[in-house]
Nanobody, 126 residues
Framework: QVQVAESGGGLVQAGGSLRLSCAAS????????MGWFRQAPGKEREFVAA????????YYADSVQGRFTISRDNAKNTVFLQMNSLKPEDTAVYYC???????????????????WGQGTRVTVSS
């Protein structure tokens, strides 16, 4: 399994932007479907975005569609989440997830991923 580690969280005002990064270990990063999930206080972990192994396909939760962009750099073993027009309801711990397989349509299911980072906290103030 790959090991992943998130960075880039912080405190930002509503309407602002943040860019999260997820660095992965290993030499087969391009074989991994990557996802971002988040968990707000008192709530279940929820899907945010996912990207296919090649980067050619991306998927988003309705709540972030048009505001967030997921991308990956397979040469640098890194996946990014660019978050624009942030809202207070985006406040959460954001987790990077990975699995060495094509998603088969399961990219939004947290149980499908088998490698998780420790999370990075994002706080959006109103």
């Amino acid at each position: 399994q790959v090991q992943v580690a998130e960075s880039g969280g912080g405190l930002v005002q509503a309407g602002g932007s943040l860019r999260l990064s997820c660095a992965a270990s290993g030499r087969t990063f391009r074989s991994y479907t990557m996802g971002w999930f988040r968990q707000a206080p008192g709530k279940e972990r929820e899907f945010v975005a996912a990207i296919s192994r090649s980067g050619g396909s991306t998927y988003y939760a309705d709540s972030v569609q048009g505001r967030f962009t997921i991308s990956r750099d397979n040469a640098k073993n890194t996946v990014f989440l660019q978050m624009n027009s942030l809202k207070p309801e985006d406040t959460a711990v954001y987790y990077c997830a990975a699995r060495e397989a094509a998603s088969g349509g399961l990219w939004s299911q947290s149980w499908w991923y088998d490698s998780w980072g420790q999370g990075t906290r994002v706080t959006v103030s109103s």
